[in-house]
């Protein structure tokens, strides 16, 4: 009995916070760092305290997808890590992961601040949150669907491609939503191996078209591999400087 309490304390606790959010800022919304089974209906947790280095980055993505799995439609975590000041190389690399989830959030030993950082960082900063932006009708279509089948937000590609046995092994990659596909970079090079499950994919940053299988793909500007399956029409908006301020009526939507 003790041990099942003790299982249940993140959910009570979860519920008392979403109870309380909900009486005073009519949402529910948190970041909660601790969950068992129903802590879902109370979005959204996030990754803990991940280290500064690139194999911090990669198992804070490890844990993403194994929670999505688990039936968690929003993750988040710490870009750039939280135990140590990040160093300006990974954190750039990390940002595109940051931003290409549901909720991005930077926290962590200080400085966290892109001005702290150099100009070209800040520049990379900037690129980052406009694609955000940009992509913020995706974003909440791609939400919205989850919340109706339960499916992940940042999801293993077996979830799409469970008849494909290489996508089985694949903890590197992720889908954002159905339609996008992103690789990060987990080293300091600008290229490394993608493997596209389906038919056919386009790069975001390029429009260079590649069929499925295994492909060594080179980064954009933004330091990241973003491909959009062929054929997927992706609603974009004008960038804009918060969330309340997005033209929703010059909302395109662009074929790929």
């Not at 988040?76 to 992961?97: A, K, M, N, T």
């Not at 469970?162 to 600008?190: C, K, M, N, T």
């Not at 060594?216 to 301020?245: F, H, M, N, W």
């Amino acid at each position: 009995m003790c041990i099942r309490d003790s299982n249940l304390y993140p959910l009570r606790y979860n519920k008392a916070v979403a109870d309380i959010t909900r009486i005073t800022k009519n949402e529910t919304i948190m970041w909660a760092r601790s969950a068992w089974a129903g802590s879902q209906r109370y979005p959204l947790h996030w990754g803990g305290d991940a280290a500064n280095t690139d194999i911090g980055m990669l198992t804070t993505l490890r844990s993403g997808l194994s929670l999505g799995l688990c039936g968690f439609s929003f993750w988040s975590h710490d870009i750039g890590g939280f135990v140590q000041s990040c160093p300006e190389e990974l954190y750039s690399r990390w940002l595109p992961f940051g931003f290409l989830t549901s909720h991005t959030r930077i926290h962590g030993a200080p400085p966290t601040e892109p001005w702290y950082y150099s100009k070209d960082f800040m520049d990379g900063f900037r690129r980052s949150a406009e694609l955000k932006y940009r992509l913020m009708p995706y974003i909440i279509e791609q939400s919205r669907k989850c919340t109706q089948t339960g499916l992940p937000m940042l999801r293993a590609l077996l979830i799409e491609y469970h008849d494909d046995p290489a996508v089985w092994q694949i903890e590197d990659q992720y889908l954002f939503g159905s339609d996008i596909l992103v690789a990060p970079l987990f080293e300091s090079d600008r290229e490394r191996s993608v493997y596209l499950p389906g038919d056919r994919w386009v790069d975001y940053q390029t429009g260079k078209t590649y069929s499925t299988g295994w492909h060594r793909i080179a980064a954009g500007e933004i330091p990241a591999i973003i491909l959009v399956r062929k054929g997927a029409e992706i609603p974009q908006a004008p960038v804009a400087q918060s969330t309340d301020k997005i033209e929703w009526e010059k909302v395109k939507n662009i074929k790929y």
